[in-house]
């Protein structure tokens, strides 16, 4: 290894994965997840921990794998105009359309919501917050300082200690005992965990954070392949050990706080019910105000990212007007409320997860198959098809026919990985079209002219 790469970076590289993965949104799903699988919480965590930890880390090790330098150039190895569309709808995803009005509505449920016994204010003090959340979020935005940094790296030791003792205290003197998991967490439960564990969106924002933790590497020297991968690998073990504890906990606290607390509408309700039941309202206050200056910190990351992407796409568009339409939008949607926003949300990324999963196993497989585009688009493709029927089921949208084809003739199909098969199937199907492909041009050439 590089003299100039010591434990303690890679130390730091691992409490870095861990502290861009874990953000305040993040906190929400693990507890929810506990609440409604009861005793069948474990087999559900398992599930929710390979999406929502491996998943993820394994994206970050599959982009310094690749040696890219952004999203497109690598989603660019299946076709240019996927680079384009898979890298925008990525964007869309952990920005406008989801991500950002995820901070303004998770804030509100943890920060202000508690403290309204009238639940017809809600809606009016919903819609006021947002405004001067996100008001805040684009001020901030658009006059980047290096008070985000500084509150970023402050709030975030002390979130993590309150989490922390939160979880200690719910471990040692749990509210109560596992009760009878809800409807949906009876049978294929791991799976459902499974798919839970897209919501958190970290696999396909693991393509982004790769491009930090590789340049946090090469400022420190490092140049080769092999040696990225090792420091990546070892940063990576450390980050898995601290989410899985995290989610693990927080899964725990929330399937044993259903005895007493009941079912809650969301995970951010969840905490916010534990939090005044141990330590009252004092305790609320302090969750409820790091959880807000969170979400605001990670608001005006996600509102400036994709203000530089989108600038990009419209030059012609100042990044500043593009900010502001950013945090004008995120008002909108957030006001629809956290459960109904992860439950509209939730379809699109049951839909395009397949995908970013294929992506990374590709590109781990990328020199195997030698990069042909026909691997990468007969998997995507095939791997899309079931994934869009996957997305229908979850919105509610379900086409009898295809669905009962689909259950009867592709294994996997009723636990929601049926697009598993077909992606490994469609790979080696591009790999044959290549050379079928290649022997015609060989014999057009070879063919004797006249």
């Known amino acids: 290894m590089s003299k100039s790469v010591s434990s303690s970076f890679i130390i730091i590289i691992g409490s870095m994965l861990f502290a861009l993965f874990f953000g305040a949104g993040n906190l929400i799903f693990p507890p929810m997840l506990g609440q409604m699988a009861g005793q069948n919480v474990w087999i559900a965590n398992a599930g929710f921990l390979v ?18 330098s952004n999203l497109q150039t690598l989603a660019s190895r299946v076709h240019p105009v996927f680079g384009i569309v898979f890298t925008t709808v990525l964007y869309l995803a952990i920005g406008p359309l989801y991500a950002i009005p995820r901070t303004g509505s998770v804030s509100f449920e943890i920060g202000v919501k508690p403290f309204f016994s009238n639940h017809t204010d809600h809606p009016v003090a919903l819609f006021v917050f947002t405004i001067v959340f996100f008001g805040i979020a684009c001020l901030l935005s658009l006059n980047p300082t290096k008070i985000i940094d500084v509150i970023g790296k402050f709030l975030t030791p002390i979130k993590l200690t309150f989490i922390g003792i939160l979880v200690v205290v719910a471990l040692i003197h ?93 995970g951010a309700e969840v905490l916010a019910k534990v939090s005044s039941y141990y330590f009252g309202s004092y305790g609320s206050i302090l969750l409820g105000l790091m959880i807000t200056v969170a979400c605001l910190t ?107 084809f689909f259950t009867e003739f592709l294994p996997l199909y009723d636990v929601g990985l049926g697009w598993l098969i077909p992606s490994v199937v469609g790979g080696i199907a591009g790999y044959i079209l290549y050379y079928i492909k290649r022997r015609k041009i060989v014999l057009i050439l070879m063919k004797p002219k006249k």
């Open 51 to 68: 999406t929502g930890v491996g998943l993820p880390l394994l994206a970050v090790t599959a982009f310094v794998f690749s040696g890219k």
């Open 174 to 266: 749990p509210i109560g005992a596992f009760q009878a998991p809800a409807e949906g967490y009876t049978s294929h439960v791991f799976f459902k965990g499974f798919q839970e564990g897209y919501l958190t969106l970290d696999a396909l924002v693991a393509f982004i954070f790769g491009i930090i933790i590789v340049n946090a590497i090469k400022e420190r020297g490092v140049t080769s392949k092999k040696e990225l991968m090792i420091i990546c690998a070892k940063s990576i073990t450390i980050a898995v050990i601290l989410l899985a504890f995290i989610y693990t906990s927080l899964a725990y606290m929330g399937a044993s706080s259903v005895e007493k607390l009941g079912v809650l509408e969301n």
């Open 298 to 404: 990670t608001s005006v990351g996600l509102i400036t990212s994709c203000s530089s992407f989108f600038h990009t796409f419209f030059p012609n568009v100042s990044y500043k007007k593009i900010a502001l339409l950013l945090s004008i939008f995120s008002i909108i949607v957030a006001n629809i409320g956290l459960t109904q926003l992860i439950k509209v949300s939730t379809p699109v990324l049951i839909a395009i997860y397949p995908i970013a999963i294929s992506l990374i196993f590709l590109t781990f497989l990328h020199s195997v198959f030698k990069g042909k585009s026909e691997v990468y688009q007969g998997s995507l493709i095939l791997t899309f098809i079931i994934s869009l029927f996957d997305g229908l089921n979850a919105a509610g949208i379900k086409i009898k026919v295809i669905n009962d």
